[in-house]
């Protein structure tokens, strides 16, 4: 049962719309949170609660330039969501 909570937490970070198009938007290009924040049309604190799901969850990784966070996917979704689907199967 424990697996499954797991899963299930894993994939409700992919569940978000604005979590999603994040991913979207950082597979071709590296962006801060500003910049992600006028695309997406959102403010700032909520764009960066979002990259904190995502960093956790181990899609996204941040790079640190003076003041700046920049983030970019660290992995490649289509595996992360099958290895999630392959761990759940496990159970």
């Given at each position: 049962?424990?697996?499954?909570?797991?899963?299930?937490?894993?994939?409700?970070?992919?569940?978000?719309?604005?979590?999603?198009?994040?991913?979207?938007?950082?597979?071709?290009?590296e962006?801060?949170?500003?910049?992600?924040?006028?695309?997406?049309?959102?403010?700032?604190?909520?764009?960066?609660?979002?990259?904190?799901?995502?960093?956790?969850?181990?899609?996204?990784?941040?790079?640190?330039?003076?003041?700046?966070?920049?983030?970019?996917?660290?992995?490649?979704?289509?595996s992360?969501?099958?290895?999630?689907?392959?761990?759940?199967?496990?159970?």
């Amino acid at each position: 049962m424990e697996r499954i909570k797991t899963c299930a937490q894993r994939f409700h970070v992919l569940a978000d719309p604005i979590r999603l198009q994040i991913l979207l938007l950082l597979q071709g290009q590296e962006m801060c949170v500003g910049q992600l924040a006028e695309v997406l049309g959102v403010n700032q604190p909520t764009v960066s609660y979002h990259l904190k799901r995502l960093h956790r969850a181990g899609l996204v990784e941040r790079r640190a330039e003076n003041t700046w966070n920049y983030y970019s996917v660290c992995t490649d979704l289509r595996s992360w969501v099958n290895h999630e689907i392959d761990h759940l199967l496990q159970a």
